[in-house]
């Protein structure tokens, strides 16, 4: 996902809307997939505020996860967020990485602004960052799923399983077999 901003490059208070759609099915995240089932859908402007580009947008698109409960798959609906700023690349031939240290130590690189090179903006690992952040920590199938039967590994949700679970604390069975020989 990339937008050109040749036009206002040069154009404070320029702005350009942007409408991208980008199917990311086999995007790997750190090896990871983020499990896209649908495009990825970015509405958004850059606006030129003189020496930084603000990327302001939504996006949105559907994943699948599984379930924390029962593992299933789910799929959810995400919307995040776009709030970036860019800047252009002070020294667009610089190779030498000693010199980005020094660049990056500046009073610039104090800022959460990012550099791009050339006149399109890359909002890939922008977008990935937001999505990511976005994905809701336990996702369930359904509110209220009933999970595995922690014994036999049933999903509950299809019905009960004949295990019949111990409610007793492991801690108190052995009182409970004193108990038991009581009797
Ligand atoms: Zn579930
Ligand atoms: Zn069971």
Not at 34 to 47: A, W
Request: glycine share 8%.
């Amino acid at each position: 996902m990339e937008v050109y901003i040749g036009e206002i490059k040069d154009k404070k208070g320029g702005e350009i809307k942007f409408h991208l759609v980008e199917d990311w099915s086999d995007l790997g995240l750190d090896g990871q997939s983020l499990g896209c089932i649908g495009p990825v859908t970015l509405d958004g402007r850059v606006t030129c505020t003189g020496e930084i580009f603000l990327v302001k947008g939504t996006v949105t698109t559907k994943v699948t996860a599984a379930c924390s409960r029962c593992l299933g798959s789910v799929e959810l609906h995400l919307t995040a967020q776009v709030d970036e700023r860019f800047r252009k690349a002070s020294h667009p031939h610089e190779q030498d990485p000693v010199r980005e240290q020094e660049i990056d130590e500046n009073d610039w690189g104090n800022e959460d602004i990012q550099e791009f090179r050339g006149l399109t903006i890359h909002l890939d690992d922008v977008v990935t960052e937001n999505l990511v952040v976005s994905l809701p920590i336990k996702p369930l199938c359904q509110e209220d799923c009933r999970g595995l039967c922690p014994l036999c590994g049933h999903d509950l949700n299809d019905g009960d399983c004949d295990c019949t679970i111990d409610t007793i604390d492991p801690r108190m069975s052995k009182l409970q077999q004193l108990l038991d020989s009581n009797d």
